[in-house]
């Protein structure tokens, strides 16, 4: 079996993980699937992207037939008992993604956040540091992602905590070991599951999140190419940033993975 009975990856030897059992420290608990709410932040998302009319029916209907068709499959239907959350991207606005990050994913992502937990913050701390700025990692198999955005409405769902714990360079290569229709996360599913599902980043307990690695894009710039994004709620506060990959092995970070409906 790929995943264990939390449907993060099973690490193999060699592979540098934090921990070969998460202790869960850091950790995500499964959002409630209110469909109703679910739809409403969607159609916020869409309204402020797209033209294109958004039919719910349609985007419950893909969905399912994703979750069945994963059930089915005994590399992946691990997958279902983890974390997970649906999403949906409008069709592509602008051929830089880092400029659609800016515009519409991550001021859709806060607006969200806020909309539910107004006495907290949500903020991009990359403001202008984006356009122009983001690739697709190769073999990460994300250009799908890109290629079906541009014919229309995307759908799918997202799985935050199926890397969780391994070295970020590790969670670009180890992808070769999933089936072909698994996807490594990338920022515009992440942000738009935060549409979506905003409580995901919300833990009140006596656990901390996991700060959400958008593992699939990096850095246009060589000098750069140490650094990775993420969105994280510190202090309950949500925000959009970058850090470096040095010394990348953390129990805080978690990379996901994604499949399209």
Known sequence: MLFDDVGRLRPLAGERVY????RGYFDLRQPELNWAAIEA???RLFTGASAEPLSFLMVRQRLESCRQKALSGPESRGLFDGVHVPFA????MNTDLGRELEDVFIPAACGSFLADYAKYSASNLCVGALPGAVKTVPNSRWE????AQAQGTVIGWYFPLALKGFAIPDQRTLI?????????????????SLVACPELLMRQDDKYPNLLVMSAIESVDADQAHMFWFFEAYGWNL???RRSMIGPVSEYFSGGITLLA
């Open 19 to 22: 921990s070969e059992e998460d």
């Open 41 to 43: 932040r969607m159609q």
């Open 89 to 92: 991207l409008p069709a592509v």
């Open 144 to 147: 799908r992602v890109q290629r």
């Open 176 to 192: 070769a070991r999933f089936p072909e229709a698994m996807i490594l996360s990338g920022p515009l599913e992440i942000a738009a």
């Open 239 to 241: 925000c959009f940033n």
